[in-house]
């Protein structure tokens, strides 16, 4: 008869990919900081993606992030070209509705493009208490960018872990299956 720990190894993967699927949380690039230096870092969010499956929870079918409590929200609209400067001023969820963002790291060779669509979506945690300089965005095109920000109650960070350095992976997430892979 097989010992409790040999069943244990045998099922580990089957017991450790039911659990611990990468496809099953949000991926998010945010913007820390070490050393008091901001950067880019591809993050899991803790919290899973969760589907509706009944017409009266949000939409039936759809696929949803819980991004916690929040304090506050802001819907803008920013000029064409327009050069925001450092910024170190609040934990936030950024979403580009139309236009583009590129975000840069002071002292690096880090950036990111941020876009329409549910990929580009972006955390900034980099705060004057943790980053000297921050980062910096520009608003490149020729026509105005609308944004959403969203403010975590207390300025709590969402629990995570790192997946990577650098910007996450355009497409990784569809391809994992974390969101459908179609584009309104």
Known sequence: MPSLASI??????????????????FQITAITACNRQ?????????SPIFVSNTSTEDIAGGQFQSLGPVEGSTYGVVPPRFESGNHVDRVEFLA????????????STDEVWIGPGYEDFILTTDTSNISDIGHDVTFPTDQPTTSLQVQPAGGVVPDHIVLHQGPCIVGAQAAQGGWSKRRR
């Open 96 to 107: 580009i509705l139309s236009g583009l963002a590129h975000i840069t790291i002071a002292n």
């Open 8 to 25: 244990v190894l045998l099922l580990a993967p089957y017991i450790i990919g039911a659990v611990a699927r990468p496809y099953n949380y």
């Open 38 to 46: 901001s950067k880019l870092e591809c993050w899991q969010l803790s």
